[in-house]
């Protein structure tokens, strides 16, 4: 029964500060402005939309002396400073992947909040809808990875047979990768074995004598992996001013880059053992 008890106050302790349907208190607005920054910094935004959609979100809602402060793990952000209604938010934002849909959604959400169109409360109703927005079928995802890696092989000088060979690897890639995020896994441990089996694939069939380009399948089946988005969202923090978010952006790419290196790397290696021949 205490324990009931506990875990009850606890959700409420969670959610009351989250759920701004009263009317629009300085603490419900900040928390309502967080939380859209909070999901587009989670989702692949850049350091400066994200301070945009805070500040406009505050502005529109009528706060006054607010200080906003992203980094590309976290959020800073206080309203009201010299009133008795002050508030402040420290939010933490491990990063994560990219959902594109959902910072559309959330861009035009601000932009209509901006134009002085939506009430606290719907503006959290519509906040709440596109932050249980679904992804895409994971099979679709899965086909979609295969047809990625048989263009991007294609593209850099595959055959056809050798698209061929990367569609089948890129499928079962695409799994293995939505996967191994749901379960947690250590980005550079899901890289380095991604990497690994699509190099040992790509050796398996050359060494069965087929005609076939194995660096070509390799480096069309890895574009999934590559950290494409990460590399251009720090360029993009580096020259709006922001250093340290675009060094972290940056920092976490190559070290991307160099864990795809190492699992292609070891897999050759190990073939070069095996078979006393250099691919």
């Known amino acids: 029964m205490n324990s009931n008890f506990i875990n009850s106050s606890i959700e409420r302790t969670q959610f009351e500060p989250t759920n701004p349907t009263e009317a629009p208190t300085a603490k419900n607005v900040l928390t309502l402005a967080v939380e859209m920054g909070d999901l587009l910094l989670r989702n692949g935004g850049e350091i400066y939309r994200v301070e945009d959609t805070i500040l406009h979100v505050l502005e529109a809602y009528g706060m006054e002396n607010y200080d906003v402060y992203v980094l590309s793990n976290g959020i800073f952000a206080s309203a009201n400073e010299d009133r008795n209604d002050s508030c402040s938010i420290v939010r933490h934002v491990p990063l994560g992947s990219v959902n594109l849909d959902k910072i559309a959604a959330i861009n035009q959400l601000s932009r209509e909040i901006a134009q002085n169109k939506i009430p606290v409360k719907e503006a959290w109703d519509r906040f709440l809808e596109i932050k249980e927005m679904k992804m895409h079928p994971q099979m679709l995802m899965n086909l979609c990875g295969g047809i990625g890696s048989a263009g991007f092989c294609y593209l850099f000088g595959g055959s056809v047979l050798d698209s061929l060979i990367a569609f089948f690897i890129g499928i079962p890639l695409a799994f293995f990768l939505a996967y191994m995020s749901s379960k947690k896994t250590s980005k550079f441990i899901m890289h380095i074995l991604g990497s690994a089996y699509v ?64 699992g292609v790397g070891f897999m050759i290696a190990i073939y070069y053992f095996a078979t006393g021949v250099m691919p």
């Open 199 to 262: 190099t040992l694939l790509s050796l398996l069939v050359m060494y069965l004598s087929a005609p076939v380009h194995y660096d070509k399948i390799i480096i069309g089946c890895i574009m999934q992996m590559v950290p494409g988005i990460a590399l251009s969202t720090s360029i993009r923090d580096l020259f709006n001013g922001d250093y340290l978010s675009g060094a972290i952006h940056l920092l976490d790419a190559v070290l991307t880059a160099m864990c795809i290196a190492v």
